[in-house]
Every structure is written in structure tokens, then in C-alpha cells.
């Protein structure tokens, strides 16, 4: 098979084959953020991805959580205005429920931009990053790659997404509960809006889920998702009926992006790792179940996987592995896990007014301004070596 050459993730060849410490499917952001603390500690890490620039299937809204913002080094010119309100709408839209932090929780980000930094900070590191190459399977330790020269790969980490076939590949356990979402970006004439998360809760346009509105200063994100099954007219015509007169949007002044994927919403996959490789992100199930956010999650999941996955190449010790274990994590959700399929069970808009309305008390509020505003949309994830 020919193709390019891989250049300096490079190691030793076998009969020409070039071999690598790792290699990184998907370079989204916690495939990029993997491989930049691998390739930190001193291995040979190549990533691949079959999109031609990172700029182009792009899936996610973007919204970075106060506690990542808190936590990790973001470069902030990437950063929208931060977002302190929140406002809850019924399906009939009427009296909505404007919930108001004393802090920024919310910032939307430019994601062409935070992928491109991403990807020259794992350059920097020493990790290299191939575009328009696909992974196409691995059989006796050779991994092909279509778009380049196959490559031998100690260990592979599957950043590759919720329908991820590096889990396939490997044995590893795969996402099966999927929420698909869709969403279009629109220009807005600078200061038009005033920063606000708009939530709108409706199973005749997002079945289980929601639609959203947010503003990132110069771009708004009209978007809706839910469970594919429920979504009788399909999420493309449900999110043009949503975006047509969602509420807090702003007249567009451009060209419009449109956006869309699966979300998996079932947990942490319980087997996340073998002798042969790891899953970060999507593929892991590394979303909040509830709130389908996985730019947090992604992040701190990457780290673990790193420092799982170095220590391992290093001594060749099983059992170390055992530090990136899916049960563990699973157990930490088993409450969220609860009001997601409490949330699913919301299929009539009668229901859904229903539900908006109980959180107009006092009580209802903060338990909404903790799911939206806390701490622990995902928790902490420490390694839990066998031994030291």
C-alpha cells in the first residue's frame, strides 16, 4: 500500500514498516490532548484523522463548563463572553424560568481554533499529526492507514468518536445508548445580544432532550437533540422548524454552518482498556448522562488515559490497566444515569409543562441551579493503581 511517509512520530522500522509508542485515532480534542501528554512523557505518538483540516466536522456546540474553565489552561482569545444566565422554557414558551449564577458558567468557544491549538500544543510535545488519513483497521499488530504507509503501533487509544470502530477493533465495550443532535451557527452583529443559555424543553423537537440557543459573541448556536427513534420527522427538519422561532436568537448576517452527531448518553463504557489499547472521549462514553456535555469530561478522562497508558508502556505491567477501569467511574453516575431516563420518559409536551412547571419553587430551582450551575456535572477521575 502506498502513501505518505508518517515523518517524526517515528521509530525504529521492521522490514519497513515504521513503528510508533501510540497511536491516536481522532484528533478532537481528547484525542489531541492524549497525545500531547503521551508524547510529553517522552513517546513516539502519531495521530491520525480522516478529516483534511480540523476546521470541517465539527459536532459540538462548543460550551466550556465553569469547572474546565476553572481547572485547565483554555486560551481565553478562543473564549466567548461568559454566559451567567440560564432561562428554562415549556413548550408553550410561556413564563420561562430565568435562573442567574453570581458567577460566568458558561463560555462558548471558537472549536475550529481550540482544535488548531490543541493540535500545535501536541506537535510542540512531539507528537506527530496526520490529516486525511483513515484509520482502516489493524490485524497481527499492523495498523493500515488509508492516506499513508501502515504503521506498527504498541498501543492504540480510540479517540474516534461515539460510533468509535477502534473499540470494535480492539474488544472493547461500545456506546449503545445515542442521542443525535444537529444545530446551526449563524453570524450576529457584535453586540446585539446579551449572553444567556436559552433551554427549551419540547419532545415534539428534541425527544428526550432539549433545543438550545447561545451566543459566543460573534456566532449564535441554534441547536436541538434527542433520541433518533422519537424523532419522527428526522433532527434536520426539527431543528429548522426549532431555529425558525426559537427563542434569544438573533437575525443571522451570514452564511449559516450546520452541525451534527451522535452524543452518547449511556455512561462510561464498563471496559475501557486491554493490552492493546484505551478509549478517550466519545468513544469512552465520557459524557455526562444528564447533560450531555463532554468537553469536561473529555479533558479529564485524556488525563487519566495518559498517565494510564505511559505507565504501562513503561513497565509492561498489566495491571495497571486496572487504573482506567469504566466500572469504577460507572458508579458515580448512577444518579444521573436515574434522570436521564427520567428525563426520556418526558414525551408529551403536557408532561413537559408539567416538568418545567415543578421547578418554578424553591426547591425545584435549586435543584435545577445545581445540575446547571454545580460542580458536578463529572466528577474527578484519579488513577487507582494496584500498586505504587
Known sequence: MCGRPVGRAGGPTVEGVLTVDVLVVGAGLAGLETARLLAARDLRVLVVDRRRTLTTGIRTTGIFVRRTLEDFDLPGHLLGPGVRDVVLYPPSRRSPIRLTSDRDEYRVADMAGVYEHARRAAESAGATV????????????????????????????????????????????????????????????????TPAFHCVLDPRVAPGYLGWVIDDGEHAHVGVAGYA??????????LDEFAADAPGR??????????????????????????????????????????AGGLDPCLRMSELAATVAARYLRTGDERVLRGYDGNALRARFRARLALRRAFAGIRSPLAAEAAVAALRGRAGRAMAARVLFGDGSFPDVVPQFAHG
Not at 427513534?229 to 426539527?238: N, S
Open 250 to 291: 438573533a437575525a443571522p448576517t451570514g452564511p449559516v454552518e450546520r452541525r451534527g452527531g451522535p452524543i452518547p448518553v449511556g455512561g462510561v463504557l464498563r471496559r475501557l482498556a486491554c493490552p492493546d489499547g484505551l478509549l478517550v472521549g466519545d468513544a469512552a462514553g465520557a459524557v455526562s448522562p444528564l447533560t
Open 229 to 238: 427513534h422519537a424523532m419522527r420527522t428526522g433532527v434536520r427538519h426539527l
Open 130 to 193: 496526520l490529516l486525511g488519513t483513515r484509520y482502516d483497521g489493524r490485524s497481527r499488530g499492523l495498523v493500515r492507514l488509508a492516506g499513508a504507509e501502515p504503521v506498527t503501533a504498541r498501543f492504540i487509544v480510540g479517540a474516534d468518536g461515539a460510533r468509535s470502530r477502534v473499540a470494535r477493533d480492539l474488544g472493547l465495550d461500545v456506546n449503545r445508548r445515542l442521542l443525535v443532535g444537529a444545530e446551526l451557527v449563524h453570524p450576529i452583529a457584535s453586540g446585539t445580544t
